[in-house]
């Protein structure tokens, strides 16, 4: 099987692409689209894609981009703990005046940051390994934000370890491929909804029937649905598989209560 | 009236200060953080926040720093049309290499941009404005996103406008300030609320109670509570205000069934 994720090698993605299937050839890539449009395109055989994070919330690009998979359907998903380090190729912390990495990931350890480090001045860039890659050709006073392979990747020196504001810092990937099979035992399925207008109300009605049939839900999310304020499209995480007759007629339902319903997939829980 | 926005000058968080109160003092700062902070201190009398895009979604920073508010209260809203352009020193679009904004613009464009410029390299920075400043600096094969106001102030040449990939591009500011009145007449409230554990389904008890009263909800986002993954806060705006006996009646029991129910202000609805 081949697996892209978003590189180069030492970034979070692969690391949870190398725990989600050590026997996988993994694919670096360089965009989340890049990843969907392979796996769409039949390049290659899945992709792992960041969803979510405890600390910064959904990855809101992957999300809008989940809309138009048309061939693939989500089919895993793998659930990381982070833990940042802040690295470089000098050995005092004193001397770091830049730092760089990822967006996510300095959002994710800007607290701490900012109290250890009041002056410092964040770059973004595209991922946590390239960070290491441009702290290292920059030298001296150039810090990145990164995880301990990317650190041993580079050879860097470690200034401060597990430097995220939340010590529970976990991020969820999804895998998602066109080789799709809904056997598994303990599934989650996810879901995207949106109503014609503007009517917030409306969802509740959908939450209702979860509710009367005791499906469990493990996330609600909204996203713009790029046209006016205050009209959204939803994403909804159940416990329970289509092939379920309950969950079918469930789902039945809510398709004539909305304007557009769109199954993600169905995948075997990663229970932590 | 001094008016905190993040600057500097040309940036659109001006553009909306000027709109919604053009004989306040205009205070341009750094960060959204040394907005909450100065208002919460009391060295200014307000600020003006984006909250809210309809092409990108939330602006996450600003409902996280939101639940720290103390002494503030959100007391108004701008909802303000976004015109997006491509500007630089240079006069030819075939130059542009790089261009730099603040990663939501990026994020608004980068379809439309894709698309007529598959090989530009993005390079997020602080604000539009600044985006020009550093444009300007870097010169021919350098250009920016940023709005018709800070081409102008930073004597810009526009290579192509309204590059947005959402021509509805809005985006919506709250006011934040110390000094507090609910004396509105067509009213918007927001809350925001927690649940002790992870109990998804119980936001669905929630819209229940709003349902009921027929309490119309313009707005519901999630954030993570930055614990485990699973486990959210919940932001509504709803149409009403607190001293109204049945809002009153049902934010009481709203905050019977959460473990924790902030009300972040009571403010005249912008229509547009």
Redesign the interface.
């Known amino acids: 099987m081949e697996l892209g994720y978003l590189g180069p090698e030492g970034s979070y993605s692969h690391e949870a692409a190398v725990y989600y299937h050590g026997e996988a050839k993994l694919i670096p890539m360089y965009s989340f689209?890049e990843i969907i449009k392979s796996v769409e395109g039949g390049k290659i055989d899945g992709g792992i894609l960041p969803i979510?994070?405890?600390?910064?919330?959904a990855v809101?690009?992957v999300m809008d981009w989940l809309l138009n998979i048309d061939k693939s359907k989500i089919v895993g998903e793998y659930?990381l703990p982070i833990h940042h380090n802040l690295v470089s190729l000098g050995k005092e912390l004193k001397e770091i005046k830049y730092i760089y990495s990822h967006?996510q990931a300095i959002?994710q350890c800007r607290e701490s940051l900012?109290l250890s480090m009041p002056k410092v001045v964040f770059i973004?860039c595209e991922s946590t390994s390239l960070a290491c890659k441009l702290a290292r050709e920059k030298g001296i006073g150039y810090g990145a934000i990164a995880n301990e392979k990317a650190k041993e990747i580079y050879k860097m020196n470690l200034l401060k370890s597990n430097i995220q504001?939340?010590p529970?810092n976990?991020t969820?990937f999804i895998i998602i491929s066109s080789k799709i099979s809904n056997n598994c035992k303990s599934c989650k399925t996810s879901i995207a909804f949106t109503f014609t207008g503007?009517r917030?109300?409306a969802?509740?009605e959908v939450?209702?029937e979860?509710?009367v049939e005791n499906i469990?839900?493990?996330?609600?999310?909204?996203?713009?649905a790029?046209?006016?304020?205050?009209?959204?499209i939803f994403f909804i995480d159940l416990i329970g598989n289509p092939n379920n007759n309950i969950v079918r007629n469930v789902l039945e339902r809510i398709g004539d209560m909305t304007a557009f319903l769109k199954i993600l997939g169905t995948y075997p829980i990663h229970r932590t």
């Open positions: 689209y979510e994070n405890s600390t910064e919330g809101t690009s659930i967006p959002e900012r973004p504001d939340n529970l976990k969820r503007d917030p109300g969802l509740y939450l209702r979860f509710a469990n839900l493990t996330r609600i999310e909204s996203r713009p790029k046209m006016e304020i205050g009209q959204y």
